[in-house]
Nanobody
Framework: QVQLVESGGGLVQAGESLRLSCATS????????MGWFHQAPGKEREFVAA????????YYADSVKGRFTISRDTTKNTLFLQMNSLKPEDTAVYFC??????????????????????WGQGTQVTISS
């Protein structure tokens, strides 16, 4: 069974950077499409970034485009989210997710939470102004 474990969250000031990691079991990062979502208190889980199963096609929410980068290291079975120029509105719990159930489209990325079937426990990111 695929397992996802996020880390790297914390408290930083606006304008600083954080890199989130999502450690996976098996060969998840090079087998499945994956994504990052965040959820602020009282709000629904929102899409942040996604990467396709093959060819590493990526897609970002407009709010993070140009500031965040999703990537993966297949040798370490880890998905990353590099977050630069952080803003107070980025404050949320960040989750990584994997689409482990088909149908599969090799070059597709997925941007809705319902597309994913496996989730990590989340890591808190807090940005102070």
């Amino acid at each position: 069974q695929v397992q996802l474990v996020e880390s790297g969250g914390g408290l930083v000031q606006a304008g600083e950077s954080l890199r989130l990691s999502c450690a996976t079991s098996e060969r998840t990062v090079n087998t499945y499409a994956m994504g990052w979502f965040h959820q602020a208190p009282g709000k629904e889980r929102e899409f942040v970034a996604a990467i396709s199963r093959y060819f590493s096609r990526t897609y970002y929410a407009d709010s993070v485009k140009g500031r965040f980068t999703i990537s993966r290291d297949t040798t370490k079975n880890t998905l990353f989210l590099q977050m630069n120029s952080l803003k107070p509105e980025d404050t949320a719990v960040y989750f990584c997710a994997a689409k482990t159930r088909g149908p599969f489209v090799s070059t597709a990325y997925y941007i809705t939470a319902n597309d994913y079937d496996t989730w990590g426990q989340g890591t808190q990111v807090t940005i102070s102004s």
